[in-house]
């Protein structure tokens, strides 16, 4: 039993209680940046307890400094390593840039199916709710808003998105039905 007692007082250095709070925060950093699960976060905590510890056994004023430490810097150090790592020059190479807005770009026509929106035009089959419509000469696929809708209303696109044209009943519905 003595043997280990002067283990552990040969161990009671103000620089094994550095060593591990150092240990604990390289422990986080890879956490954050490998998928460990979890388990590299357990051990930076399990280094923090040990930081707590051995501090502890060489001054009770020094255990309760590196504990308050501990308290107060480890939240600070997980926001930075979340929120501004990224940012910095290293976290740039170890994180992906975050996607640009690529809406309606996959397909040539929506920035042409866009332009529609607030015009009229003639429902060219029954939409119930999925149909054609014919505006400005040219046969749309569009959706019924609600309802039915039946072949030769007149429509007014709402909304176009991507190659999505969503479309409702006009104020006058009284167009000359023409069989194409």
């Known amino acids: 039993m003595e043997f280990v007692a002067d283990i552990m007082m040969e161990f009671s250095d103000p620089w094994l209680v550095v060593a591990l709070l150092v240990t604990a925060a390289v422990m986080?950093?890879?956490?954050?940046?490998?998928p460990s699960f979890g388990i590299l976060a357990g051990l930076g905590i399990l280094a923090l307890t040990a930081a707590v510890y051995f501090a502890f056994r060489i001054n009770s004023l020094l255990g309760l400094g590196v504990l308050l430490g501990c308290i107060i810097g480890t939240p600070a150090y997980l926001y930075w390593m979340v929120k501004l790592l990224p940012n910095t020059p290293l976290?740039?190479?170890?994180?992906?840039?975050k996607a640009r807005d690529a809406t309606n770009e996959a397909t040539p026509e929506a920035d042409e199916l866009a332009k529609l929106v607030g015009k009229?035009?003639?429902a060219d089959s029954l939409l119930?709710?999925?149909?054609?419509?014919?505006?400005?000469?040219k046969r749309v696929v569009a959706l019924a808003e609600h309802g039915?809708?039946?072949k030769g209303q007149k429509v007014v696109v709402i909304k176009a998105g991507g190659t999505?044209?969503?479309?409702?009943?006009?104020?006058?519905?009284?167009?000359?039905?023409?069989d194409v």
């Open 120 to 122: 009229t035009g003639v």
């Open 128 to 137: 119930r709710p999925c149909g054609t419509i014919r505006i400005e000469g």
């Open 148 to 150: 039915l809708i039946k």
């Open 28 to 34: 986080f950093l890879l956490e954050v940046c490998t």
């Open 91 to 97: 976290g740039k190479r170890m994180f992906l840039k």
């Open 164 to 178: 999505d044209v969503v479309v409702r009943l006009a104020e006058t519905n009284k167009v000359p039905q023409t």
